[in-house]
Nanobody, 119 residues
């Protein structure tokens, strides 16, 4: 079955950087789109960024554009989220998710990794 395992979260000061990783296994992901989402306490889960595995096409939320960069490593079946210029409002539980490129629903989710940005 599909498994998504996130890592790389932690505590960082405002202005700092972190790189999240999502190791994907269980099938070939060439026809999948991989996304990063986050959920802060008391708030709804929100979209952060996504990448189409085959084409490398990316998209970003307005709040992360210019600061975050999503990428993938085909050989390692891993998706990365490089987060720079972090702000306290980026504090959240970050989730990796996967869906078929043609689908509108992300139906595979990881357990999440916590990112905390101190001011």
């Amino acid at each position: 079955q599909v498994q998504l395992v996130e890592s790389g979260g932690g505590l960082v000061q405002a202005g700092g950087s972190l790189r999240l990783s999502c190791a994907a296994s269980g099938r070939t992901f060439s026809n999948y789109r991989m996304g990063w989402f986050r959920q802060a306490p008391g708030k709804e889960r929100e979209f952060v960024s996504a990448i189409t595995w085959s084409s490398g096409l990316t998209s970003y939320a307005d709040s992360t554009k210019g600061r975050f960069t999503i990428s993938r490593d085909n050989a390692r079946n891993t998706v990365y989220l490089q987060m720079d210029s972090l702000k306290p409002e980026d504090t959240a539980l970050y989730y990796c998710a996967a869906k078929l490129t043609a689908s509108s629903v992300y139906n595979y989710w990881g357990q999440g990794t916590q990112v905390t940005v101190s001011s």
